[in-house]
């Protein structure tokens, strides 16, 4: 039996998984018990609201990158703790607002919060968690690892406005969609990398390679992300395949087949974006002309080019075993679209 | 002509607040400056979404605290140009998020934002806001003043899931109530006035003072809106009279008014509670029941329990011109209830 350079390669992201939640179980229990105690108010709504969002799971790949930066410096003074609790309140205030904004109905596989406690609710209830955030920030004492989770709120806001401003636009170029996923979901991974290495006593040059890295990181990851919401076994991401399309998201699948499509092609992706109500052959037709155009294997090669790029980040830090860890599951969440 | 004790009293308070703007206009020049600076972002529908609302004005009462607050205690380090941004930014994101839960029409006198640039865009320019009020607290290098700020955040948001929870519950009490509006309303007030005095160099007794101020000044602030929303000339808060009972908030006057009617009473009550469509005849019989139990001047009467409060606050404070006017702003601010 041979074994393709493929398999093998996912057998070994598959081993860095394992690898990285080994190295951060110990870390990340103190982190979880803290989201859970945080997410508390004598508020009832709050959380219960809060806890359905974050005991559905989610892989806490967020948290767990600032866990592992901070183990990585080897430095760690216990700050890493509130950072990685804060980090993962900020990006589920975020998925509770971009549920209201995207009016998704499911989240993390089960129905989405709003459908349960409204909109309003997950309205209030992340900026509830935004604010808790902060707070557990402040009580870290430490000034400047706040100011990257403030920098990176106002940035992630501004690329869920820029999205929502380029929805439905047929003229949406390569370089938008990238301003977007920059700002929207790498920037937090950049952030979260970052406060991590802050933790761990980096120096400049350490807190910048983990930088770079978390940006490459969340960049790889969004484009695998938008892969699979057209590839997707439904229920891939807990989300409904198929989302991206019926919101007009102008993803770079989706601008690479326009860019490519004949009149004919263009039509059929033209009449179901932004319809809240296309069909699943529609889907599958838009699908199959992304296809044909390798819309979908091009956004995989550029998620392999960012991977790269995360990797070679890392390239000037020491030799260690979280360091290989990190390089190694980056190749593991791209090896997610296959 | 005979003046009335009552309109006496109104013109001192006229008297106070010019003297509050003349006291505060070269610092308030300063905020509103940064307050446009800030609003602004390379997303064009960021600053035009934040500055049809924040232009829109309204009486910036909460950065004027701040500034006002630092001023009385005379040594002003120039932070309080940020924290009164701060505040207002955490004030305007407030708005945006509650008139979507609220689903309201009118803000300011204008179109809600969400009615303009819809639902979505008015959640994200929110956390805009509210990740640029962080940043500017974080640039100003004191932590202590931004524990104040990320604390209230939270407060607020628990506040308004409270009130959301409340919504049409005929057994709310008015323990229920002023949990609502310390939470949701007065927290700012207090958090404005207290990081205020810290930029001012307040010691800690009169960080408690201010603090203690604040919180009674946001407390008679919102019992009279509570009022206005009955007692309505129409656009009095720049909002549509009648919204609370429509909304089914259970505001003092509806609470009052509960607990004194009779079962004929109750009925028209609660045929217009939450109801989105009571006409304005629905509303004038509701507001007729609220007089003939007198729920709308017993609300009044808790309002100027809470002034007196305001200016008990105050007194261990030493005399300045300042301190007048704060005592003196509490008075105008009931004023508007008649």
Redesign the interface.
Known sequence: MVVSAAATKEAAGLGALDRLLAATDAEMQKVNALILKRAD??????PELARYLIEAGGKRLRPMLTVAAALLFGRATGAQTNYAAAVEFMHN?TLL?DD??DESDMRRGRPAARMIWG???S???G??L???A??M???T?K?DA??VL?????????????Q??KARDLTATTADYDQVIRAKTATLFQAAAEVGAMAGGADEAGRAAMRDYGMELGLAFQLVDDVLDYRGESGAMGKNSGDDLREGKMTLPVIMALADANPAEREIIVASLGKPDASETALAQVAAIMNRHNALSRTVDQAHAHVRAARAALAGLPESEMKTILSDIAEFYVSRAY
Chains 1, 2 share one sequence.
């Not at 403030?150 to 820029?162: L, M, Q, R, S, Y």
């Open positions: 108010s004598h508020v009832e709504m709050v205030a607002h209201v904004v909109n309003q609710a309205v209030l209830v900026d509830f935004l604010g808790q902060f707070l920030m402040v009580e004492g000034l706040l100011g403030a920098k990176a709120a106002t940035i992630i806001a501004e690329g869920e406005v820029f929502l401003a």
